[in-house]
């Protein structure tokens, strides 16, 4: 049975504000390594299209920006914007964190929308959400040799996966495009600002010592 189309117009609009906020945060990765505006719009251009880039190639279908440039435009006029704005910020670090938050929320329901709009089942859906979501912060990070927003403990992918879930979920119930999208927004944002702010992480793998000889002699028994 076909899922239910997300409405084009919710897709497009949170797609644009996705781009912007995501790009702030590569610009601002762009001033805490001091490059020029020429680096500020290209950190910001990667950062606000490259998690989507990479949905629309898995997909299938046209690449969103080389469709309609906007989002591209978008990104650059906000490099420039917080080219000549970003030594008003006392931490960038912090500043760049939150935008990043924001940024996750938005494009992880966006992904996960334009994923059930071409079709495709509920856990393509969530992982179309997930993907759009941490790519481009992925390689704003490689990019401005910063530490990746995947490797740090704190939940990332965690609360990717649950906003994206959260929208497939209410999309399948019936429940209108704009409320699943406000509530998957809103349970990414919620979960990653909860980590940002308490330091949150899943428990991480621990090293055990190797059984002895005797231990397996033992259990083939």
Do not use: Q
Not at 106 to 133: E, F
Not at 145 to 163: D, Q
Not at 175 to 197: D, H, M, S
């Amino acid at each position: 049975m076909p899922l239910p189309d997300a409405p084009a117009h919710l897709i497009l609009t949170t797609d644009i504000l996705a781009a912007v906020v995501f790009a702030v945060s590569g610009a601002l990765v762009a001033s805490r390594k001091g490059l020029d505006i020429v680096g500020f719009m290209w950190l910001a251009v990667l950062t606000g299209v490259g998690g989507g880039t990479v949905r629309d190639l898995l997909l299938d279908v046209p690449v969103f920006w080389m469709v309609d440039p906007i989002h591209i435009v978008a990104c650059l006029i906000t490099a420039i914007v917080v080219h000549f704005t970003a030594h008003l910020v006392e931490s960038r670090y912090k500043l760049l964190l939150w935008f990043d938050a924001l940024g996750l929320a938005l494009v992880t329901v966006a992904g996960t929308a334009k994923g059930l709009d071409t079709g495709t089942g509920p856990m393509v859906a969530v992982a179309m959400g997930v993907i759009t979501g941490t790519v481009g912060g992925i390689v704003r990070d490689l990019v401005g040799n910063e530490p990746s927003v995947i490797l740090r403990r704190e939940i990332y992918v965690t609360a990717s996966a649950l906003g994206a879930a959260v929208y497939v979920l209410l999309t399948l119930l019936a429940v209108p495009g704009l409320a699943a999208g406000i509530a998957g927004i809103l349970a990414t944002l919620a979960v990653r600002c909860l980590a940002i702010t308490f330091n949150w992480s899943l428990p991480a793998y621990r090293p055990r010592p190797g059984r002895s000889i005797e231990e397996i002699e033992k259990a083939r028994r």
